[in-house]
């Protein structure tokens, strides 16, 4: 049976959820405050958490930064805020996913199963990829370039995630400075972009200056390169 933590102070919105995923077989284990959700974490493997943001004390935002120094734990953060700011914003931080809170129960239920299954099939098919001299990690987020582990910062393993994860899609700069970024896009941070992808060319790539995993796309941004590509398309079929 999976089990979730679920973190939210409010307790009868936590009994509602806490009974309804009981009677869909799964194991919950319920904490009003982000502190008591660090210990519980320690104690048990969870499949998922489902987070409150406004909690007393150390509130949702700080739990998950505090979290992802340690676990890569799926984490659904139960929230009224909807816009696309904030949840880009937690994105960043780890959030895995969003359930919102005027949904019913039941709605929550579905959307917890929805989001555990896409998880698990995602898992599925990127905890690792090779690529000729790459070995990619993502769950220990590391690199190896030739056996050898290459030291990206958060930024550049962000960017090049980012573009695996959607390997048949284009990303302007633009996109890619608000999703990795989590700030709004100025002509002044091309250049920021630009620096990135450079450095992090020059540390994957066999010959920086004719790219095969990151090309540029004249005038717009960043894909993959057409044989990364296939060879992910490869690794998804075969799994």
Request: glycine share 2%; charged share 35%.
């Amino acid at each position: 049976m999976k089990r979730i933590l679920l973190v939210e102070d409010n307790k009868i919105v936590s009994k509602t959820i806490e009974r309804k995923l009981q009677n869909n077989d799964y194991i919950v284990d319920c904490c009003f405050n982000a502190e008591d959700g660090l210990r519980e974490i320690n104690k048990h493997d969870y499949s998922a958490i489902i987070l409150d943001l406004d909690l007393p004390n150390m509130n949702g935002y700080v739990f998950l930064q505090i979290l992802r120094k340690k676990s890569d734990i799926p984490v659904i953060i139960n929230t009224a805020h909807a816009d696309v700011k904030s949840r880009v914003k937690l994105i960043n931080v780890g959030a895995s996913d969003f359930i919102e809170k005027s949904l019913k129960p039941d709605e929550i239920v579905e959307s917890i199963k929805i989001i555990l299954e896409d998880r698990e099939k995602e898992n599925e098919y990127y905890k690792t990829f090779k690529f000729k001299h790459l070995d990619i990690d993502f769950l220990s987020r590391t690199v190896k370039r030739d056996s050898k582990e290459v030291e990206l910062t958060n930024k550049e393993f962000d960017i090049l995630k980012m573009l695996l994860d959607n390997p048949e899609r284009a990303f302007s700069r633009e996109q890619l400075y608000l999703v990795v970024w989590g700030e709004q896009y100025e002509e002044s941070v091309d250049n920021t972009i630009n620096v990135h992808v450079k450095r992090l060319r020059n540390k994957i790539e066999i010959d920086p200056k004719n790219p095969e995993v990151i090309v540029t796309v004249y005038a717009f941004g960043y894909r993959l390169g057409k044989e990364v590509v296939d060879m992910l398309q490869s690794q998804k079929e075969n799994e």
